[in-house]
């Protein structure tokens, strides 16, 4: 079996993950967790999902379609999240924002991927197309 990636593998060890325990789904690329007794927003590193609002009201390219796609990919995070047995970080960085960004394991799974296999989000520099 041959195995091709586009990108280079970076995941590191489960053993070295952190544990977090779900405390709100913000958005479905943006989670407050609760990692090593202290909250942490985490930005699911490597994708952007679509955005409830847009930014502005000069924002034209948001679409109504975007927010409603945005609705799902909540939705579905959350769903997978509260079932959840175990969640774990693998923390890549801290943004400027303070945030942390992170994969976001839950039972093993890569939360990001997850949501990528459902077209509920795209890798992180991909132009959006959220809207027709």
């Not at 325990?21 to 909250?39: F, H, K, P, S, Y």
């Not at 939360?111 to 959220?130: R, V």
Request: net charge negative; with cysteine; hydrophobic share 40%.
């Amino acid at each position: 079996m041959l195995i091709l990636a586009s990108q280079p593998l970076t995941a590191g060890c489960p053993c070295n993950y952190t544990p977090a325990t779900l405390i709100q789904v913000i958005g479905a690329d943006t989670l407050l967790l609760n990692v090593a007794d202290v909250e942490e927003t985490v930005q699911i590193a490597g994708i952007q999902t679509p955005r409830l609002e847009p930014q502005s009201e000069l924002d034209e390219a948001w679409c109504k379609s975007e927010g409603e796609k945005a609705i799902q990919a909540q939705d579905y995070a959350t769903q997978l999240l509260s079932k959840a047995s175990e969640i774990l970080i693998d923390e890549q960085k801290r943004l400027a924002s303070g945030n942390l960004s992170a994969a976001v394991y839950i039972d093993n799974i890569s939360l990001g991927q997850e949501l990528l296999y459902k077209y509920l989000a795209i890798e992180s520099g991909q132009t959006p197309s959220w809207c027709p």
